[in-house]
């Protein structure tokens, strides 16, 4: 992985938070669930992230 693809990760970092958050408010509603906040949601998907990497990764190694 190279400087710049790990550069191009980042919006996407930002955008799949929003779209967690903005997501999670009519999960919320129907459940009777606090909203979060962007800052939440941001925490949720880093920890996504560090846990969903790895299984790409090995997902990605040839298999002999």
Same mark, same amino acid.
């Given at each position: 992985? @190279?400087? &710049?693809?790990?550069?191009? *990760?980042?919006? @996407? &970092?930002? %955008? #799949? #938070? %929003?779209?967690?958050? %903005?997501?999670? !408010? +009519? =999960?919320?509603?129907?459940? @009777?669930? +606090? !909203?979060? #906040?962007? =800052?939440? #949601?941001?925490?949720?998907? =880093? ?6 990497? +790895? %299984? *790409? *990764?090995? @997902?990605?190694?040839?298999? &002999?």
């Amino acid at each position: 992985m @190279g400087y &710049f693809s790990m550069l191009a *990760a980042i919006p @996407g &970092f930002f %955008l #799949s #938070s %929003l779209f967690f958050m %903005l997501l999670w !408010d +009519p =999960v919320s509603a129907r459940l @009777g669930l +606090p !909203d979060i #906040s962007y =800052v939440t #949601s941001m925490l949720v998907v =880093v920890t996504l992230w560090i846990a969903v990497a +790895p %299984l *790409a *990764a090995a @997902g990605r190694m040839k298999k &002999f």
